[in-house]
């Protein structure tokens, strides 16, 4: 059963992203990017794993810039058991640089910064102060990833993001210091042609 | 911090390396096409009354209690004279005080940048700036709320100087990176760590009379993009 699952998204795919199609493709200005995906978060100080929704949106410059904004909305921490964070969304805008030629294989380096709004996790006080307290916390990210174009308006991204930050509150401080990873399918459309 | 110092630094050199080896591309940008005259291939535009808006993040280095804060924010930037530009942020800036406590800081300010070397044609564009900033400061001790002073605010001007690049990544964007000193002017919130029986713990002192010259390195990086010009000169 998973062997037909798994040949079944590599012919989706290959369909999708025909190759012989794609050696027209060619970045240009004018490109604009979105995507939805599920994202998984690795904390780097407390081991954590956690479970993001994430959008992005990003517009071409020219083949090699692009402006971009990427938001997380926190799902939950995969184990109950090493939960940090009550909450920890975030949202970042920056830019990308294409190392590519502008084919269809996009790869990309990007710094962003960005903020983070969060609540610690599991924790407990004899002190006269709210222990839910929530946070803003600025943080800053680099990230490399590569997209992939179909001819039209599809495209395939791996992104990798590594985010650099502490969440500070009056009972506490936490390192927001965490790897995160997001895969799968985009939409473009090119808004100048 | 160290991760993202040597990941900072391989996105440059990689961003770099790839970039000065290739021709600059002329965009095609849509809000550059409706705003502006469309500037030359291969030059990085410098034109009087181009307005850039951006967005950064800041370092806060060896303050007063010797720790490190990060910070994020925005900015614009309007260019008076192909020499002579200018740069309006707003930051907000968080600093973990040894565990103990918090430092907040908002700056809302302006600096004045002047471009020694007049070519336009090269990636990198360096700049001397100097201005001047309002600051919100907010310190608070962490869980001691018993004390007296367990939080304390103040509302105060600085000044700040410092050298800074471009780094052009094409013609209508730019990576920057700037150090710069800042002073603040008005009233001094002094903090001191205390240790009693195992507890450590921060006591705050608002020096409310007479001015002291608190102050802190910023290092700030910011991706900015031009937006178009808001007036025709030479």
């Known amino acids: ?193 | 911090m160290k991760n993202l110092l040597l990941l900072t630094l391989g996105i440059i050199i990689t961003v770099s390396h790839n970039s000065l080896s290739q021709d600059v591309h002329e965009s095609n940008f849509m809000i550059m096409r409706c705003a502006t005259k469309p500037a030359t291939v291969k030059t990085f535009s410098q034109d009087p009354g181009m307005f850039e808006l951006g967005v950064r993040s800041t370092a806060s280095l060896f303050g007063d209690a010797g720790n490190h804060g990060l910070g994020a924010g925005g900015q614009f930037r309007i260019r008076f004279h192909r020499q002579i530009g200018s740069e309006w942020f707003a930051d907000y800036i968080v600093t973990d005080i040894d565990g103990v406590g918090k430092r907040e800081d908002v700056h809302i300010g302006w600096s004045v940048m002047f471009y020694p070397f007049k070519s336009d044609s090269r990636r990198f564009s360096p700049y001397l700036l100097a201005g001047h900033c309002f600051d919100y400061t907010k310190v608070t001790s962490y869980g001691v709320s018993a004390l007296p002073n367990f939080k304390s605010e103040r509302w105060s001007s600085a000044i700040q100087m410092g050298v800074g690049t471009h780094f052009n990544l094409n013609q209508w964007s730019d990576i920057s990176l700037s150090v710069q000193y800042m002073t603040h002017l008005g009233n001094d919130i002094h903090t001191e760590i205390v240790e009693e029986n195992g507890l450590r713990y921060l006591t705050i002192s608002d020096h409310s009379h007479g001015a002291s010259l608190e102050g802190h390195l910023l290092a700030t990086m910011s991706f900015n993009v031009k937006i178009g010009r808001l007036w025709k000169g030479k």
């Open chain 1, 1 to 193: 059963m998973e062997r037909k699952i798994v040949l079944f998204i590599v012919m989706l795919v290959h369909s999708l992203f025909n190759v012989s199609a794609q050696d027209d493709f060619q970045l240009s200005s004018g490109i604009l990017r979105a995507q939805g995906a599920f994202a998984m978060g690795r904390l780097t100080e407390s081991k954590a794993t956690q479970i993001y929704i994430k959008g992005d949106l990003s517009y071409y410059l020219d083949s090699k810039v692009s402006v971009r904004a990427d938001g997380f909305y926190f799902v939950d921490s995969q184990d109950k058991t090493n939960k940090p964070f009550d909450f920890s969304h975030s949202l970042f805008t920056g830019m990308s640089y294409h190392l590519g030629k502008g084919a269809a294989i996009d790869p990309y380096v990007g710094l962003q910064p960005g903020i983070n709004f969060a609540r610690l996790g599991n924790l407990e006080t004899t002190l006269p102060i709210s222990p839910n307290s929530t946070s803003w916390s600025p943080v800053i990210s680099g990230h490399v990833g590569f997209n992939y174009y179909a001819p039209k308006i599809f495209h395939l991204f791996v992104h990798l993001q590594y985010i650099q930050g502490r969440f500070v509150n009056q009972l506490n401080s936490q390192s927001l210091s965490e790897f995160r990873i997001s895969f799968g399918l985009g939409w473009n459309i090119d808004v100048v042609k």
